[in-house]
């Protein structure tokens, strides 16, 4: 067996890939355009099905069990999780083909294509598919090596997770650790898809043969496949600056024209990012085959890998005339359509209302989270609301903490609840370089006031609180005389309810780690959602319900300005200063270029 070799391999690749660009082109062209037109509004719609069956407007941490609980929605979710499945291997399997075929002179057309991709398919009826499952969902998406398909190229870990991970030495080396691992099996497994659609081994055989072949030889894969990001890179920073310019010249010299041609700007530069993110899976595709032809000395098949691709004619994917000519009257009119689109988003994003700045449990940088001196810390940004946790304590006191458990913060492995007031509050916190003592709600109320800094306190259930712990937290938010002005949120729904009950001068929130659908039913006056589940519909929907949006943990610049633009109500940040400074450059920023560099950074994001 041949030693895979690098820089041949990659040359092969891309000999390939330019004298076959017409036939990539257009396989790019329909699949994702199907991607985008008809699999993901697709899915969309059996997931909302899916959730009407289960009688819930979302799936969230509450809903979870009724979703669970509801047949036809569980078969369902089944059947997106198998068609999902079904479109990743097509997705990434046509390209896989079409790779083999020119690696071996074999014609491309849409038939043959999908002749081979069917076959593929075929053997997908088998109970083996369940390997599928973790390698399309966890592996290729988490690793991001290699093809990806569109349809699992947005699946992460939630940034919460991360965050809450690696608040401690263990959960840092365990997430390191476990990123570490699924980098490996995608190295490992990265000949899988290659095998299972150009030959007849089943789902277990070629990931068998991929383990195998790539043994000793993935640092070649890291090389291969970060040398072809890295030119895609470039030259998708080298689109974005041609792109940006035109707006960043119509902004000096004609600002009235910076909407129109932002707009235009825009959608090229959506069209072009559809464009290399396609080519990018195709030069993967092709780089996986010929490393794979490589490895094996020969084709799958048995037949020759060749060292030059073949004739234009059996390299054509072919089609009728009709076909190409609706397919450039569709690029003319999607320019056109996103182009006035994106005008009036150009137009109207920067005019929003101003957004709120939340401090996140004080300035965690600058004094020790839920503290005193991180209170202190966050008042000089001077944010909307400073964001704490409190809990009971086991004498039924209540205190402000965030973990259940003391061993991250005071490196005591002891209970909030099993600890009385007085013992927690002579519990000394360190964090960041900082120290400070576990404060009494009382306490922090009586500082918060003399700083002017209203409160957004949030109710923590530990599951060992006594009847009235509610209605403690409550009762003194009243006796401060501030219950009219703080604000209180949850992520038990009950609580929420139960302190709209006792005091409806409160504002209230629902606070929702994962949200995947509509705006859940609630009688809160705000949610709280986590950066993943933030979409435009659900604000939009909110608002029409008369309710506010705040977006949590909110620590990246690019993405502090998105949310400004986008209208939500509220950013909870551990970054109050930087925040405030983001939000005021982009409420005083008059000028349609930087709108425009920030909507193209999110798309490059995704």
Not at 420 to 439: I, W
Request: charged residues 15%; glycine residues 8%; negative net charge.
């Amino acid at each position: 067996m041949r030693t895979a070799r690098t820089w041949p391999t990659l040359g092969a690749a891309l000999t390939y890939l330019g004298t076959s660009f017409g036939t990539y082109l257009k396989a790019i062209l329909l699949l994702q355009g199907v991607s985008v037109l008809v699999v993901f509004p697709g899915l969309a719609w059996l997931f909302e099905l899916a959730l009407d069956q289960a009688g819930v407007e979302a799936l969230t941490q509450r809903t979870l069990g009724e979703v669970l609980r509801s047949p036809v929605a569980d078969l369902l979710i089944l059947l997106i999780g198998a068609l999902a499945c079904l479109v990743v291997l097509v997705q990434v399997g046509a390209l896989l083909v079409i790779a083999h075929r020119l690696a071996h002179r074999e014609p491309v057309t849409v038939r043959t294509v999908a002749r081979d991709l069917l076959g593929a398919a075929r053997k997908l009826l088998s109970p083996q598919v369940l390997l599928f499952v973790p390698y399309f969902f966890v592996v290729l998406p988490l690793g991001n090596v290699g093809v990806v398909a569109t349809v699992v190229r947005g699946i992460r870990i939630p940034r919460f997770v991360v965050g809450s991970l690696l608040e401690t030495d263990a959960g840092t080396w365990l997430y390191y650790g476990f990123l570490a691992g699924v980098l490996y099996l995608n190295l490992r497994l990265v000949l899988t898809l290659a095998v299972f659609v150009t030959s007849d081994a089943s789902v277990a055989a070629s990931m068998a043969t991929s383990w195998r072949l790539t043994r000793w030889h993935t640092w070649r894969f890291v090389v291969l496949f970060g040398v072809v990001l890295a030119v895609a890179a470039t030259f998708l920073v080298g689109v974005v600056n041609v792109g940006l310019a035109p707006t960043r010249f119509t902004d000096r010299v004609v600002p009235d024209a910076s909407p129109l041609v932002a707009g235009f700007s825009l959608a090229a530069v959506q069209i072009a990012v559809f464009v290399v993110t396609g080519f990018v899976a195709a030069m993967l595709a092709q780089v996986v085959v010929v490393a794979l032809g490589v490895r094996q000395g020969e084709g799958p098949d048995g037949g020759a890998i060749h060292s030059a691709p073949a004739e234009p004619v059996a390299a054509r994917l072919h089609g009728p005339r009709w076909v190409r000519v609706v397919v450039g009257i569709a690029g003319v009119v999607a320019l056109a359509v996103l182009s006035v689109y994106n005008t009036s988003v150009m137009t109207d994003i920067g005019n929003r209302s101003e957004t709120g700045v939340i401090a996140h449990r004080g300035y965690p940088s600058r004094g020790v989270e839920n503290t005193i001196p991180s209170l202190e810390a966050a008042a000089a940004a001077r944010p909307a609301y400073v964001e704490i946790d409190v809990q009971q304590a086991g004498d039924g006191g209540i205190v402000v903490v965030h973990d259940t458990n003391l061993e991250r913060l005071a490196g005591t492995d002891q209970d909030v609840y099993d600890l009385t007031t007085a013992e927690l509050t002579a519990t000394t916190v360190r964090a960041r370089g900082h120290e400070a003592t576990v404060p009494t709600l009382d306490a922090f109320v009586d500082r918060a006031q003399e700083l002017g800094v209203p409160l957004l306190v949030e109710i923590k259930p530990h599951g060992h609180e006594s009847p009235g712990y509610v209605e403690d937290v409550v009762a003194l938010l009243q006796a401060k005389g501030v219950a009219g002005t703080y604000l209180v949120q949850s992520l038990d729904k009950d609580v929420v309810e139960q302190v709209e009950a006792l005091a409806p001068e409160i504002g209230t929130g629902y606070v929702l780690p994962v949200n995947l659908g509509r705006l859940p039913a609630t009688t809160a006056d705000f949610v709280a959602v986590e950066e993943s589940s933030f979409t435009p519909s659900l604000l939009a929907e909110a608002h029409a319900a008369g309710k506010q949006v705040f977006v949590w943990t909110v620590d990246e610049p690019a993405a502090m300005r998105g949310y400004v633009r986008e209208g939500v109500d509220g950013i909870i940040t551990d970054l109050p200063t930087r925040a405030a400074h983001e939000r005021d450059a982009v409420v005083a920023d008059t000028t349609l270029s930087s709108r425009l560099e920030d909507a193209v950074h999110g798309i490059l994001s995704w």
